[in-house]
């Protein structure tokens, strides 16, 4: 990984989320990113509509981003961020 500021704990809005790679984070922002075209997927949880995020960086895929749920109880996701743990880095910024 190339060590570029993608969020912070503080964002961070579930630890119980499983990406392609195993654990994954939903997070309620992310920077220093772009997104991919928009796909439809079905995911464990239902029908999204979700674009896979980069790194602006170094371009390696980190995880995606919820465009659309179909089922409203999901809705709750749009515009929410999936950083996948196996694809980012944590870095312990010091004061």
């Known amino acids: 990984t ?11 809005v579930s630890k119980h989320f499983t990406g392609k ?5 939903l997070f309620s922002k992310v920077y220093n ?3 991919g075209p ?3 997927r079905e995911l464990l949880t239902g029908k999204h509509i979700c674009g896979d ?6 371009l390696n895929n980190i995880g995606w981003t919820y465009m659309y749920a179909y089922d409203e ?5 749009i ?6 743990k196996a694809l980012v880095e944590r870095i312990q910024v010091k004061d």
Not at 2 to 12: D, Q, S, V
Not at 79 to 84: A, D, N, P, V
């Open 38 to 40: 928009e796909q439809q």
């Open 21 to 25: 790679t195993g654990k994954a984070f």
């Open 79 to 84: 515009g929410k961020f999936i950083l996948e």
């Open 33 to 35: 990113y772009t997104v």
């Open 2 to 12: 190339c060590h570029t500021h993608l969020t912070t704990t503080n964002l961070l």
């Open 53 to 58: 995020i980069y790194c602006v960086c170094c």
């Open 73 to 77: 109880s999901e809705r709750y996701k």
